[in-house]
């Protein structure tokens, strides 16, 4: 019997662990290594639908066979009835014909099947989870996976071109998520270098794998993980500045240099992304937003005539072209109006305050703020948040790991 209750227990921690890790990697990484050469979008479901299976099996046993081990407070509440709402607000719009969305099935599998398992398998597996441990697997598959699209997409590090395209992943793995996935290598090799790295030798290699994510960043020609680099950056400063005086007069000096250099910096960009340098500079020089602005003009139109309440989930271009707004604040806002704002900035308080006790307390965590920070950011510019498990898998994981669930872990532990 000891040994039947030590196998199950290894076996929940190991699941818990696999549950976490496959959040942050396993898409990427199932969809880099099966998909390779397929060109047809179509043909990347049979890859994602079994893989998406798999995890809700997954999510399901550690639900059901895991007890409840977060303390929980009333923002974890909170935030899945923020979820549940708008949820319903989605089943709402869609089977009342209010909205008619091309993937209709992929969104409500997303909502149903992949946000609630995830969310309630995290919460109850919370305890046995090795975030040490996950994050030794997710650093180094991330590597292993970037250089894997490298060996198999050479395009990669072809400047001529990247003048008319951007780099891409796999046919399943867009030119943005190929970006941004970039910039979590960046971001964890950081992470290292300044939490974890202890001889010379460790801080090389993370200063060398760091460049090496900016440098495939770069090369997938996107403006979303430029901007998220750019706002990680500064909230990182401001977290760890004690005056906040010097810090705003930091960041004023630096954008007063960097408008002055602004050029020269698209000058050196060009030589290893032109597409990207083209991009930034028509952003920078006409203000440009990527064909964005029209979407914000209907948003906008929206939310002054549905203030409170909200619209509906998604804007209408025509009778059968129907898309989400390209930022988490608007959608929001057209989905539930001025209460579901409210609603979700009072849950990111607490998120935010959560961050900041782990960047002074607790900073063998600071990588999944770090993760956080940067799908929230992506949320600014492009995407649907409620189709995103990275952001809502750290939003949950940041609500749960608060500074009384440490005290509780610390005192059990003695």
């Known amino acids: 019997m000891k040994i039947n209750y030590n196998l199950k227990k290894i076996n929940i921690k ?8 496959l959040l942050f990697i396993g898409v990427q990484f199932v969809t880099s290594f099966f998909l390779v050469g397929v060109e047809d979008p179509s043909l990347s479901r049979s890859v994602t639908l079994p893989f998406r299976l798999l995890v809700l099996v997954l999510s399901i046993y550690i639900i059901f066979f895991t007890k409840k081990s977060a303390i929980v407070d009333r923002s974890f509440f909170f935030w899945v009835l923020f979820l549940s709402v708008f949820t319903f607000i989605i089943c709402w719009d869609i ?9 209709k099935n992929q969104i409500l599998i997303f909502v149903f099947l992949i946000n609630f398992p995830l969310v309630f398998s995290i919460q109850n597996s919370l305890i046995h989870i090795d975030f040490d441990k996950v994050l030794k697997y997710v650093y180094f598959l991330s590597i292993f996976t970037t250089l894997f699209i490298i060996y198999t997409n050479p395009s990669v590090f072809s400047i001529s071109k990247m003048i008319e395209e951007r ?3 796999s046919v399943a793995f867009s030119t943005i998520s190929f970006g941004h996935f970039c910039t979590t290598v960046s971001l964890l090799a950081l992470n290292n270098f300044f939490y974890r790295d202890k001889n010379k030798l460790q801080l090389l290699m993370s200063f060398l794998i760091f460049l090496f994510g900016m440098f495939c960043m770069i090369k997938s020609g996107s403006r979303g993980p430029v901007f998220s680099m750019i706002i990680i950056g500064v909230f990182v400063y401001l977290i760890k500045s004690k005056n906040i005086v010097y810090f705003i007069k930091k960041i004023i000096l630096v954008s007063i240099i960097t408008f002055f250099l602004i050029n020269l ?4 960009l060009k030589n290893i992304s032109p597409y990207l340098e083209q991009r930034l500079r028509v952003s920078f020089e006409n203000g440009d937003l990527g064909g964005r602005q029209s979407y914000y003009d209907i948003a906008f139109e929206y939310i002054s005539n549905n203030l ?3 619209k509906q989930f998604l804007l209408k271009f025509s009778e059968n ?7 988490i604040f608007l959608d929001i806002l057209i989905a539930s ?4 704002l409210l609603f979700f900035l009072f849950i990111m308080i607490k998120v935010f305050k959560n961050i900041n006790y782990i960047f002074k307390n607790e900073k063998s965590y600071i990588w999944l703020c770090l ?7 992506f949320h600014f510019l492009s995407g649907a948040f409620y189709m995103d498990p990275i952001f809502i898998g750290t939003t949950t994981l940041l609500i749960i790991l608060n500074e009384k669930y440490f005290t509780n872990i610390k005192s059990i532990s003695k």
């Open 14 to 21: 190991t699941l818990s662990n696999l549950n976490v890790i």
């Open 95 to 103: 089977f009342t014909g209010k909205v008619i969305p091309k993937d």
């Open 167 to 169: 780099v891409s992943g």
């Open 265 to 268: 910096f698209l000058i050196i």
């Open 308 to 310: 409170f309440f909200g």
């Open 321 to 327: 072209d129907f898309f989400y707004s390209h930022n």
């Open 337 to 340: 109006g001025l209460f579901g």
């Open 371 to 377: 993760l956080f920070l940067q799908y929230f950011t």
